[in-house]
Each structure stands twice: as structure tokens, then as C-alpha cells.
């Protein structure tokens, strides 16, 4: 018996909370770098780090 909760064939989960925010932050950076921190195989820590460019 499968969950309420498992997608479908064909169907993907929603993105978990930690997979999101890294998509959030991709989304609205323009210049910079995100860093990840793991542990144990886990992501524990997102770091966002933002550029402004400033033409010449």
C-alpha cells in the first residue's frame, strides 16, 4: 500500500524545505555564490553571498 504522500509515476515530490531555500536563493542572486554546508551527508547550512556591479 503506497501513501497519500508518494508521487506517481511521472510525478515529482515537492522539493524538500532545504533543497528549496537553495532554489529561492538561486532564483534572486545575480552575482555571487552560494555555499553549502553538509554534514554527515546532510545539508545543514546555506550561505548566500551577494555581488553588486557598478558600471565603470
Given at each position: 500500500m503506497t501513501s497519500s504522500q508518494d508521487p506517481s509515476p511521472g510525478?515529482?515530490?515537492?522539493?524538500?524545505?532545504?533543497?528549496?531555500?537553495?532554489?529561492?536563493?538561486l532564483e534572486k542572486l545575480r552575482f555571487g555564490a552560494i555555499q553549502l554546508t553538509v554534514h554527515e551527508g546532510r545539508l545543514v547550512q546555506v550561505d548566500v553571498t551577494e555581488r553588486h556591479r557598478y558600471p565603470n
Open positions: 510525478e515529482r515530490a515537492p522539493p524538500s524545505r532545504a533543497v528549496q531555500t537553495v532554489l529561492d536563493a
